[in-house]
């Protein structure tokens, strides 16, 4: 079975820090861009951060640059968020995906409809 499985989310007090998690597995990852996207109540789900299926390049929404990193495995099957100094405009559900497209060699992709692979996402609540 094809699946994403993020985990690390919570509720944590502004300024903290958590470190979101995201375990793919039943299928190859490596050759595939991953990101992390977030949905707010109401709100559409927004792209966070991207990274390249060599690790080499990472691309990040303005307002959580400086601020959050992404990482990952070589085989792409751990991806991981580490969110600093995080601010209440942070909470969301976070979903960890992968890209439809292998061994892209264009930029990064923002939009949600270039991922075909998505996990059932983790709560992040931050409060103020």
């Known amino acids: 079975q094809v699946q994403l499985v993020e985990s690390g989310g919570g509720l944590v007090q502004a300024g903290g820090s958590l470190r979101l998690s995201c375990s793919a597995s039943?299928?190859?990852?490596?050759?595939?861009?991953m990101g992390w996207f977030r949905q707010a109540p109401g709100q559409v789900r927004e792209f966070v951060a991207g990274?390249?299926?060599?690790?080499?390049?990472?691309d990040y929404l303005e307002s959580v640059a400086g601020r959050f990193t992404i990482s990952r495995h070589n085989d792409g099957k751990m991806l991981y968020l580490q969110m600093n100094s995080l601010k209440p405009e942070d909470t969301a559900v976070y979903y960890c995906?992968?890209?439809?497209?292998?061994?892209?060699?264009?930029?990064?992709?923002?939009?949600?409809?270039?991922?075909?692979?998505w996990g059932r996402g983790t709560k992040v609540t931050v409060a103020s």
């Open positions: 990274i390249r299926w060599s690790g080499g390049t990472k």
């Open positions: 995906a992968v890209d439809s497209e292998k061994w892209r060699t264009t930029n990064i992709e923002r939009s949600n409809t270039a991922y075909d692979l």
């Open positions: 039943g299928r190859e990852f490596s050759g595939y861009d």
